[in-house]
């Protein structure tokens, strides 16, 4: 027996567990208390939940007083972090929201009831309990008959609610995508009543619903629906130019491959043929990662560079290998090539040639820098930076292979600037 098992040390309780011991200490406490939301749906669908969210009948104070480790989050809706056994579950007292001034957040909330509670969600399959004891669903809303017919309805009157929270336009499509769901005709007109009003939510908001969207399953399904009930013209400034040529857009984010569809790959896919400029400023309204703007814009400048393929020196395509982006390069024009007419051998041919360099020799160190010039007693200047580049492209062209050669010529390049 190793020591590690002489120490007796259980394996950490699941969140699953958690949550279920959390629920467990308010029911006996006396507290009605239930699983809510998202993971009662999934448990319904056969998916395992991200997380689990326990509602309670008690209060934010009473959660606060039977736990050891609690963490106030949103205090003034009722939400309490539990922390135990190395996992946070959110615990929320039932409540009803009071009015939205502002079509985002509601303005006051009061503690109620589970029937009420679930009157407050989105989607009718987001609008059910369950609870983990008595292992039983309530169902306030209807939304077993709905994952039953694969829908996504609103709860209570769709239009009301859509003007309550605007974010809930690009949240039906989320979720009518993941799990390949329609989505109800009187949500659906509400949808589009509410969609420009878009405008009104944060950035911030809209683009996580949007990552969730374009990296998960029927994404381009969605994509359409984004258009179809205008809540694309809404998401950032300038999206509406987007409707030019949106089928093909959507046509190549189709193709691009599900497994590795970043939220980067999948922007450039609808950015490509806009400039680069154009693609940047999308994902800073968008208020994307500078990681994700950064490649978004290069992927769709080195799209545009890749149209003629033909013209890729060695040198060329050496240096877009030393990019981390490459692959996602490679995904990307491989779809716009399909979409353009199946000629898919002008990718194959780019990455055949890329097959076939040692990678010792994608990004080899240069031959010279700025140090040996200056050695060799050059004053440093402008032209330095210009030479040495020069110097480096035919390194990587095989043309300059030795460092008394690449001296030379970077001379020559000072000399004649
Ligand atoms: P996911 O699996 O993507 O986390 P989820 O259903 O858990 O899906 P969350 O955004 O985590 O979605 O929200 C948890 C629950 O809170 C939802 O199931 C829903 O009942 C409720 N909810 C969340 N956002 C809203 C909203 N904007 N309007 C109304 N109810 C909401
Ligand atoms: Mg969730």
Not at 38 to 50: A, E, F, I
Not at 94 to 106: E, K, L, N
Not at 253 to 271: K, T, V, W
């Amino acid at each position: 027996m190793s020591h590690a098992d002489k120490t007796n040390r259980r394996p950490r309780p699941t969140a699953r567990a958690t949550a279920l011991d959390v629920t467990r200490r308010l029911q006996k406490a006396g507290f009605t208390t239930y699983w809510a939301g998202g993971c009662v749906r999934d448990m319904q669908l056969g998916r395992s939940p991200k997380d689990f969210d326990v509602a309670t009948a008690a209060t934010p104070d009473e959660v606060i007083s039977l736990f050891k480790r609690t963490r106030a989050v949103g205090a003034q809706f009722g939400v309490i972090l539990v922390r135990q056994a190395g996992h946070d579950i959110e615990v929320a007292t039932f409540r009803t929201d009071g009015a939205y001034a502002d079509g985002r957040r509601p303005t006051e909330v009061a503690f109620s009831t589970p029937e009420e509670d679930a009157q407050r969600r989105d989607f009718t399959i987001n609008g059910m309990f369950f609870d983990p004891i008595a292992e039983h669903v309530h169902d306030f809303v209807g939304g077993q008959a709905d994952l039953q017919a694969g829908l996504i309805r609103a709860i209570g009157t769709a239009d009301e609610r859509f003007e309550e929270d605007h974010l809930r336009v690009l949240r039906a499509i989320k979720f009518a995508a993941r799990f390949g769901f329609e989505i109800e005709a009187k949500t659906w007109d509400a949808m589009r009543a509410a969609a420009s009003k878009l405008p009104r939510i944060s950035p911030e908001r809209i683009r996580m619903e949007l990552e969730a969207m374009l990296t998960g399953p029927r994404c381009a399904r969605a994509a359409q629906w984004l258009a179809e009930c205008s809540a694309l013209d809404f998401l950032w400034d300038g999206a509406a130019a987007l409707r030019e040529e949106w089928s093909r857009r959507v046509n190549v984010l189709s193709l691009l491959p599900s497994e590795s569809r970043s939220f980067e790959l999948a922007l450039a896919a609808l950015l490509h043929r806009k400039d680069a400029a154009v693609a940047a400023d999308a994902c800073t309204a968008l208020r994307c990662s500078n990681f994700t703007t950064d490649r978004v814009a290069w992927l769709v400048r080195q799209q545009h560079a890749l149209d003629a393929p033909d013209a890729l020196t060695l040198a060329d395509l050496k240096l877009l290998m030393a990019q981390d982006g490459f692959e996602e390069l490679m995904q990307l024009t491989a779809a716009l090539h399909q979409v353009d007419g199946g000629d898919k051998r002008r990718v194959d041919e780019i990455r055949r040639r890329a097959a076939a360099i040692p990678s010792d020799e994608v990004a080899p160190p240069p031959l010279v820098t700025g140090d040996d010039l200056i050695k060799a007693g050059l004053r440093p200047g402008p032209a330095f930076k210009d030479a040495l580049f020069k110097v480096y492209y035919r390194q990587l062209q095989n043309e300059i292979t030795n460092k008394a050669a690449a001296l030379e010529a970077a001379r020559r390049y000072i000399e004649d600037s």
